[in-house]
């Protein structure tokens, strides 16, 4: 059973940082492109960084370019999502996705997703 779980998430300042964890089991993340997404209430989900482990190719988002940083642990089988400057503005709950997607920001690209993780940032 393919299955992504994340972990990581919760209430942080402004200015500091978390790690987001995305634990994947029943494949192998070195064969899918993993994406995270996050969703504010109200906001549509915004594809915010992934990783394609067949070439070694990351995206940002505008939004997180230069502050996140997308990694993967084959070994664990798990990507991680290291955010450091965080601002009130991502405040989201974020989820972690795994596909062979055309489109690395389309979420309708994407094949499996795990149940998320809250991320808050007070300012």
């Known amino acids: 059973e393919v299955q992504l779980v994340e972990s990581g998430g919760g209430l942080v300042q402004a200015g500091g940082t978390l790690r987001l964890s995305c634990a994947a089991s029943?494949?192998?993340?070195?064969?899918?492109?993993i994406g995270w997404f996050r969703q504010a209430p109200g906001k549509e989900r915004e594809g915010v960084s992934c990783?394609?482990?067949?070439?070694?190719?990351?995206y940002y988002s505008d939004s997180v370019k230069g502050r996140f940083t997308i990694s993967s642990d084959n070994a664990k089988n798990t990507v991680y999502l290291q955010m450091n400057s965080l601002k009130p503005e991502d405040t989201a709950f974020y989820y972690c996705?795994?596909?062979?997607?055309?489109?690395?920001?389309?979420?309708?690209?994407?094949?499996?997703w795990g149940q998320g993780t809250q991320v808050t940032v007070s300012s």
């Open positions: 990783i394609s482990n067949t070439d070694g190719g990351t």
């Open positions: 996705a795994a596909g062979w997607p055309l489109d690395y920001t389309n979420s309708g690209d994407y094949a499996y």
């Open positions: 029943g494949f192998t993340v070195d064969d899918y492109v």
